[in-house]
Each structure stands twice: as C-alpha cells, then as structure tokens.
C-alpha cells in the first residue's frame, strides 16, 4: 500500500517537474537544421528536451527509492546516465553544427556503455537464457556481451530514428514501458510513463521541443535493456516492429544505393528518403497522420505480443 502510494507521489512528481524543465529548455534552439530533410522540419525546435525527462525521472525515482527493485536501480542507472551523456554531446554540438557528433565517435561510444550494460545485466542474472520460442539458447560472459552488444547497437539506432516525427519516439515509448509493466508489474515503468506524458505537452504536432538524441539514446538503452533483463526480447520484436521497421528502412536504403552505384554508375533508392517516416512524409502525408498510423500498429502489435506470451 505505501509502496503505491510513494510511486503515486514519484509519478504526480515527475510529470510536474518535466513540465516545468522542458518549458525553461524549449527556448535553447540551433542555429541550422539540416537542410535536406522535409519542409516541415525546416524550424528551430530546442533539442534537449531530453535533459528535463532524465532529470526529472531520476529525482522522482529517488522519491520511492525504499520501495525500488535494487537490481532495476542498476538498469536505470547505466541505461540513463551513460546514453544521455552521449546524446548530450551530439545534442550541444547541434547548437552549432546541425550534423552533430561524428557517427565513428557516436558509434564508439555506444559500444562501450552498452558493454558496461551488458555487464551489469549478467552480473545480476548471473546467465541468459535466450528464448526464442520454438528453442532456448543459454548465454553467459562474452558470448552473452557480444549478443548484447550487437542487439544494443540496433537497438539505439533504430529508437534514435525514430524520432523524427513529433510526439512519435515518446508516445512509442509510453506503449512498451506500459507492456513491460504488465508484463513484469514493475511500478518504476509507470513512473517512466508519467514523465514522457508530460513531455508530451511540448512534443506533441507541432513540436516545441524534442527530446534529441539524449533522450532518444537514454530512453532506448532502458527499453533494451529491460525487455532483455526480463527475458522478453521476444516480445520487443513484435512489439517493436514499427521501430525495427525504420531501422531496416535505413539498412536497405544505404546498401542500395551503394550497390546500385558500383552496377549502374549512379546510386538509386527504394524509399524517396530514409528513415520510412521521411519517405511517407515526402508523399505529402501530414505527421499527425503518419504519428497515428505508427501509435496504433504499435498498440496493435503489442497487444498481440501479450497474447501471446504472458
């Protein structure tokens, strides 16, 4: 009974605080976007709204710390703070330079803290079983890191994709937080959800402020991270599948367009722009109906995820 009500508090917390923190940050905004991308992202929209849902979402845990899973406080602690500090870097350096952080230093960065995280998951788990339905596979020390690795650095991109539509990586986020509680009854993902709620506020078409890369890295490294510490990899696949969907979208567009070029002496394209949401936006759908389409298939296939295997 306490226990709820200390979440309760942390939630109510943490949604105010949010507010608060991403109105004051909405105003920090670059100097340059990126030109290539559809019209409608042709504004200067402050992108650290990720710093005010990190914030916020650590001080309002802290609230019900007495009541926390010990081992998910390590989750929530390597997963938030190390991937913020990289979207961090690539969101500051935006301010002046749309490109950001180099992808050779981004790409090593998140090699080392999903490691770590990898580390810290088998350090609690001690192995891991794999199951992928029709068969289980037992993972531990490196062969586990290397599984971990390659799934993380998917992962963080495919998320990081993602949001580049208003409201989408966050309301996305909100339906899986909102299957792993159902699935593992954790309150600290409600919490999570309370604090994207309110950052929807601002996020929502059209968008006052993003989340940028540190929210989008931080919030992807603890949905990982949380579907493996709970053996649902499974589930995040059907779950997830707009998202790994954009990811795909990118993979295919870059490797034909370099393979068409060595054939044809031109590159050529499948999509009229990647990630997936650019191209649909290039066929002049508006975002609100492109956020709609990808909410609902995502509740969809999380529905059905449960299903099938709760």
């Avoid at 531990?140 to 390659?150: D, P």
């Avoid at 963080?156 to 509680?181: E, Q, V, Y």
């Avoid at 890369?213 to 696949?237: C, M, N, Q, R």
């Avoid at 066929?283 to 709609?292: N, R, W």
Wanted: with cysteine; glycine share 6%.
């Amino acid at each position: 009974m306490f226990g709820k009500i200390s979440f309760c508090i942390s939630s109510i917390f943490g949604f105010l605080f949010n507010l608060i923190l991403a109105y004051k940050l909405k105003d920090f905004v670059p100097k340059k976007t990126k030109e290539y991308l559809p019209k409608e992202h042709h504004r200067k929209v402050s992108n650290f709204g990720g710093i005010a849902f990190i914030i916020s979402l650590l001080v309002a845990l802290l609230i019900s710390y007495s009541y926390l899973d010990k081992n998910l406080i390590y989750i929530f602690l390597f997963s938030l703070i190390p991937f913020a500090f990289i979207g961090f870097l690539d969101d500051y350096k935006k301010l002046f330079d749309p490109e950001g952080l180099k992808e050779k230093h981004k790409l090593i960065l998140q090699v080392i803290f999903s490691l770590i995280l990898g580390g810290v998951i088998l350090l609690k788990k001690k192995y891991h079983i794999l199951d992928l339905v029709f068969f289980k596979i037992n993972l531990s020390g490196l062969s586990f890191l290397v599984y971990y690795l390659i799934f993380s650095i998917i992962f963080l991109n495919a998320f990081n994709f993602i949001d580049g539509i208003d409201g989408l990586a966050a309301s996305l986020a909100i339906i899986l937080f909102l299957l792993l509680f159902a699935f593992t009854g954790k309150y600290e993902y409600l919490v999570v959800i309370s604090v994207l709620l309110s950052f929807l506020f601002f996020n929502f078409p059209p968008a006052k402020i993003f989340m940028g890369d540190t929210g989008s890295l931080a919030i992807g490294a603890l949905l990982l991270a949380s579907f493996v510490y709970f053996s649902l990899e499974k589930v995040l696949l059907i779950s997830g599948f707009i998202i790994f969907f954009e990811f795909l979208s990118v993979v295919l567009q870059r490797y034909y367009f370099k393979f068409t070029r060595k054939i044809f002496g031109e590159g050529r394209r499948i999509f009229k722009m990647a990630p997936f949401h650019h191209h649909l936006e290039k066929c002049e759908i508006p975002q609100t109906k492109i956020l709609g389409s990808f909410v609902v298939l995502t509740a969809f296939f999380s529905l059905i995820s449960y299903l099938i295997f709760y």
